[in-house]
C-alpha cells in the first residue's frame, strides 16, 4: 500500500508563498501519476494541480495557473507544490494523491491514494 504524508502547510499573508511536500511510501513512486487537491470549509474537494509518473506531463486548474508549479523528484519519492502570489481564496486543506497510472487525471474519483491533508491559510 501506498502512504502520502503532507508537510509544508501554514498561515501566510497574501501575496506571499508556500511549498508544501508529499513524501510516499509503500510503493513505486515513479510509476504512479499524483496529484493536489484542496478543500475548503463548506464546499467540495477540488482539483488543483497533476503531474504524469515521469513528470514531463502537468495540468492546473485555471484559478492557480501561473502562480502554482507542481513538480517530483522520483529519486526522494516526493512530488512538491510551490504556491507563490497566494490570495485569501486559496485557503484550504491541501491533499496529496497519487494513482496507479502513469497518466496524469484532473478527477478525484481517479486516485487511489490519499494523505492527510495539510492547512493553508493565507489572510488579507
Known amino acids: 500500500q501506498v502512504q502520502l504524508v503532507e508537510s509544508g502547510g501554514g498561515l501566510v499573508q497574501a501575496g506571499g508563498s508556500l511549498r508544501l511536500s508529499c513524501a510516499a511510501s509503500?510503493?513505486?513512486?515513479?510509476?504512479?501519476?499524483t496529484g493536489w487537491f484542496r478543500q475548503a470549509p463548506g464546499k467540495e474537494r477540488e482539483f488543483v494541480a497533476t503531474?504524469?509518473?515521469?513528470?514531463?506531463?502537468?495540468y492546473y486548474v485555471d484559478s492557480v495557473k501561473g502562480r502554482f508549479t507542481i513538480s517530483r523528484d522520483n529519486a526522494k519519492n516526493t512530488v512538491y507544490l510551490q504556491m507563490t502570489s497566494l490570495k485569501p481564496e486559496d485557503t484550504a486543506v491541501y491533499y496529496c494523491?497519487?494513482?496507479?497510472?502513469?497518466?496524469?487525471?484532473?478527477?478525484?474519483?481517479?486516485?487511489?491514494?490519499w494523505g492527510q491533508g495539510t492547512q493553508v491559510t493565507v489572510s488579507s
Open positions: 509503500g510503493g513505486t513512486f515513479s510509476s504512479r501519476a
Open positions: 494523491a497519487a494513482r496507479d497510472a502513469i497518466v496524469v487525471a484532473t478527477t478525484r474519483t481517479m486516485y487511489d491514494y
Open positions: 503531474i504524469s509518473a515521469a513528470g514531463g506531463t502537468r
